[in-house]
C-alpha cells in the first residue's frame, strides 16, 4: 500500500489527480465548517455545548457522525451526502420493480448515465425537503430541544432570510454531489465514498481524545492506547478478510478460428467473501438515520423520545436492526451486481465452461449456489466487525457520545482499500511495458 502511494507520486499524471483530490477535499472541509446566513454561532456553540451532555447526547452524536459534524452547526454544506445516498438507494429498490429502471440498467453506460441523472434530481428534492426541514426546526428552536429560548438564528420571523439559509444549504448538497463527480471524473477514488470517508474520519480525533479527556491520568491514557490498539487489528482483520476470494476455475475449449487454433486456455472467475464492498454498510447507515431524523423532527413525540433514549450506538435495538439490514443489503447488493445467468451465458458463448459441470443452467445454479455459501459469512463479517467496537466500548466503560464504531472503521478501511486499488491498476497501466521492448 505504502509502495503505491510513493510510486504514486513519482508518476506526475496520477501525482496531480491526487493533489486535485486533496483539494476537493480541502474544499469540502472549509463548506462543512462555514456556517449559513443568519446563524448565530455564538448561542449555536453554547446549544451544542449543554446538547452534549444531556439525555440525547447519543443521537447528536449519530448525527455529528453521519453529517462530519457540520449539521447542527448548521454549516453550507450541513445536509452532506445523505441526500445522495438516500437517492441512489431509493433508485436502486425501484430498479427491481420498475421495468423501465431495470433496463435501464442493461444498457451499459448510457443506461448508467441516465440513471445519475434521475439520482440527481430525486438529490435536488429529498435536499429542499430535508433542507426547509431543518430551517423550520431551528425557527422553532426543536432542532436541539434542551436549549430553547437562547436563540440560534438571528431572525426567525422574516421569510427572506429563512428561505435564503434553505436555498443555501441545498446548494450546498448540489455543490457536494459535484465535488464528488469531479473526485470521479479527474481524481482518484469514488467521489462520494472518498468524501463519505472524509466525513467520518474527521470525527475521529475528537472522538479518540474524548476518552483521554473523560478519564483523566494513567487511567485515561491506557484506554487510549487500548482503543487505538483495538482498532488497529480491527482494521488488519477487515483487511485479510477484504482481500480474500473463491477462484472458480474456469476452462475454454480449443476451437479454429480461420485457420488458427485458438483457445484451451485455464483462468478462474474471482468471487470475493465480501463481494457487496462497504456499499451495505452505507446503506444500513443511511436507513438507520432516518428514525434519528423523526426523532430531531419529533422530540417530545413519545416515539421520538423512545428512539433518543433507546437508538444510539452501544444500544441493543440500534445493534440487532443494524445487523439485520448489513446482512439483508449484502443479499439485495449481490444478487443486482452479479448476474450468474449473464456470466454463465458470456461462459457458454465464447466456449468456456467449468470443470465437472455442465454449460448453460447448470453452470448458472452452480455459480448461485457458490455466491450465495460466500455472501454467507461476508454478511455476517460486516455486521460483526460493525458491532465489535461497541461492545469493546461497552466493556472499557465508553459512553454513547463516542462516534467512533465498526460501521466508521469499515467505510473507512473499505474506501481506503478501493482508492489504494484504484491507483495500483492506473499505475499498472502507465508501467505495463507489454511484449515490445
Partial sequence: MLSAFASAFKTPELRKKIFFTLGIL??????STIPAPNVNMQAL??????????QQAGLYSLINLFSGGALLHLTIFALGVMPYITSSIILQLLAVVIPRLEALRKEGAAGQAKITQYTRYL??????LQA????????TDQLLPDCKGIGILHEKVELFPLVTMVLTMTAGTVVIMWLGELITDRGVGNGMSVLIFTQIAAQFPTGLWSI???NQGATGWFLFLAIVAIGLLVMLGILFMEQGQRRVPVQYAKRMVGRRLVGGSTTYIPLKINQSGVIPVIFASSILYLPILYATFRPQSGTGQWIATNFHTNSWVYSTLQFLLIVGFCYF????TFNSEEVSDN??????FIPGIRAGKPTERYLTYVLNRLTAPGSLYLAIISMIPTLAFIAVGANQNFPFGGTSILIIVGVALDTVKRIESQLQQRNYEGFLR
Fill in 26 to 31: 480541502l474544499v469540502f472541509r472549509l463548506g
Fill in 45 to 54: 456553540n453554547t446549544c451544542l455545548n449543554k446538547a452534549a451532555g444531556g
Fill in 123 to 128: 438529490t435536488l428534492v429529498l435536499a429542499l
Fill in 132 to 139: 426547509t426541514a431543518f430551517v423550520t426546526m431551528a425557527r
Fill in 212 to 214: 483521554k479527556e473523560k
Fill in 333 to 336: 447488493y449481490v444478487a443486482i
Fill in 347 to 352: 461462459m457458454k458463448k465464447y466456449g468456456g
